[in-house]
């Protein structure tokens, strides 16, 4: 296709400098449905580059005290707030979600965690112990390990690479990161800001591109030693067999298919906004999305008719609208897949009650092309409904009954996945029983996405390897070594 003069082209961002690509990939705008960037498709030479300005980079950024990293990472967090507005209105764009939650979610939280890491990186001890009896003191220390490749999602583009650059850089490793292709304008903007914030160059580069070739490559480069992926388990099937001949270390936060469980005496006044968020937030592509709904037979109906009720009321539209609460979908591949879930769901008898080919969509003139879809809640689907089953990620919930404490923990439990689960209900004890018999990473109870980046984060079964977060990062992030001196 021709392209005009007008659109942003992006470049790969290695040892300090902006380099060209020789090929590019176009990246869509989906509110619109045009191609509004330019893109890097690159490759091993590009990742080779870029590897080789983080190793050059190690030495001296490894060498540097917590604290000095600790300035750094803050200095880069009160650069990209003061330009919260502009990353908010390009992640908006470049994304497909609203203004509102890119405003008030992404942006904030990627400042964040620069900021977390900054502080928490200050506090960490080592361990000591001491054996009189055989004349001995042990102790451990803790050291960066190299090269960290980083591979992170477009569904909260700059939010989910900061969340590992952050703890990365400030542990003393380098990094080799690559954002996903459909969304790296915001990780481009970050890279304008790090030799203002005093990141040394080679310390943070970022090469663009695709998963088969951009990502293949850094996974399978023998000076990278530790790759921390988020995103599809079928990618991260991959990863784990081409990491292995190298024996990395790897850290995997994979999909879901959470479940919410509600119980008759739950408090519906708060768990039907906290649910349909929990179901619809950021168009239903958050990893932590509930897409299962179990409701006790008690409140069922009531629960179904109130839900339904709320769930038409979201405007999907134009992104940069702060009335709209429903963006565009990723891409026009993603909305088709989404799409076919839920007529799989009505072939197999389910009833769709509101959203898509029930309530019509009314977008606005220059949207009419974009990658939409209405809240979509169905009702009457088996368990074994591949509806039940996959993660679909996208404004798609499932609502079914249950009877029995015991047999709604049996099928929130019958999926391959296991990352988070919300339990309401007014019965404490209730609530720690359930809590504690959910295969689940993360259970949040009579709320959702509340989170302290202190404790662990991630998912059981297919839903990952490892958790992230203050200590766990720290550890993943660093080669630990146990010291013996005999005195």
Same mark, same amino acid.
Request: net charge neutral; charged share 20%.
């Given at each position: 296709?021709?392209? $005009?003069?007008? /659109? ?10 902006? !380099? ?14 045009? !191609? ?5 498709? $690159? ?30 990472? +803050?200095? /880069? ?77 477009? +569904? ?23 954002? $996903? ?61 081409? %990491? ?13 298919? +959470? ?22 937030? +950021? ?36 992104? $940069? ?39 019509? /969509?009314? /977008? ?61 209900? %007014? ?61």
């Amino acid at each position: 296709m021709a392209h $005009s003069k007008d /659109l942003l082209v992006l470049e790969n961002f290695i040892g300090g400098k902006f !380099v060209p690509c020789s090929s590019y990939i176009d990246s869509y705008n989906p509110s619109t449905g045009d !191609v509004y960037c330019r893109v890097p498709d $690159s490759g091993k030479e590009e990742v080779e580059a870029a590897v080789k300005a983080a190793q050059d980079a190690f030495p001296v950024w490894s060498s540097k005290s917590p604290l000095e990293r600790s300035q750094i990472l +803050n200095k /880069l967090a009160d650069l990209i707030e003061h330009d919260l507005e502009v990353f908010a209105k390009a992640e908006s764009k470049d994304q497909g979600k609203t203004i509102t939650f890119a405003r008030t979610v992404d942006i904030p939280r990627a400042v964040y965690n620069f900021r977390f890491f900054a502080s928490s990186i200050l506090h960490h001890v080592t361990e000591c112990t001491e054996m009189a009896t055989m004349g001995c003191v042990h102790y451990t220390s803790r050291a960066p390990v190299g090269v960290a490749g980083l591979i992170s999602p477009w +569904n909260l583009p700059l939010y989910l690479l900061t969340w590992k650059i952050a703890p990365a850089i400030a542990c003393g490793n380098t990094v080799v990161a690559k954002p $996903s292709e459909m969304t790296s304008v915001t990780a481009w903007m970050m890279c304008k800001l790090l030799e203002k914030a005093g990141v040394p160059h080679g310390v943070v580069n970022v090469v663009f591109g695709t998963g088969a070739k951009a990502g293949e490559a850094l996974v399978c480069h023998p000076d990278v030693p530790l790759i921390s992926f988020t995103g599809s388990t079928l990618t991260a099937q991959r990863i784990m067999e081409k %990491s292995a001949p190298h024996c990395k270390r790897l850290s995997l936060e994979l999909g879901g298919k +959470n479940p919410a469980i509600i119980f008759d005496d739950a408090d519906l006044s708060q768990c039907i906004p906290t649910t349909l968020k929990s179901s619809f937030a +950021n168009q239903g592509e958050i990893c932590l999305c509930t897409s299962r709904i179990f409701v006790q037979r008690g409140t069922y109906s009531e629960f179904l008719k109130r839900f339904v009720a709320e769930a038409k009321k979201w405007k999907a539209g134009n992104p $940069s609208d702060p009335t709209v609460n429903v963006g565009a979908l990723i891409s026009k591949e993603h909305l088709e897949k989404v799409r076919s879930y839920v007529k799989r769901a009505q072939a197999e008898g389910a009833r769709v009650l509101c959203g898509e080919g029930v309530d019509s /969509l009314d /977008l606005p003139a220059g949207n009419q092309k974009g990658y939409f879809m209405l809240p979509t809640v169905i009702a009457e689907v088996q368990d074994e409904s591949c509806c039940m089953q996959e993660e679909i990620f996208g404004p798609v919930t499932c609502v079914v009954a249950f009877d029995t404490e015991e047999e709604v923990i049996k099928r929130a439990n019958s999926v391959k996945y296991g990352l988070a689960a919300t339990v309401w209900s %007014s019965n404490v004890g209730r609530i720690h029983r359930v809590a504690r018999r959910l295969q689940s990473g993360l259970v949040w109870t009579n709320c959702w996405l509340i989170r302290d980046l202190n404790l662990p984060f991630g998912g059981m079964k297919a839903s990952g390897i490892g958790r992230e977060g203050a200590k766990d990062s720290y550890e993943f992030f660093t080669e630990v070594k146990t010291i013996t001196i005999k005195h």
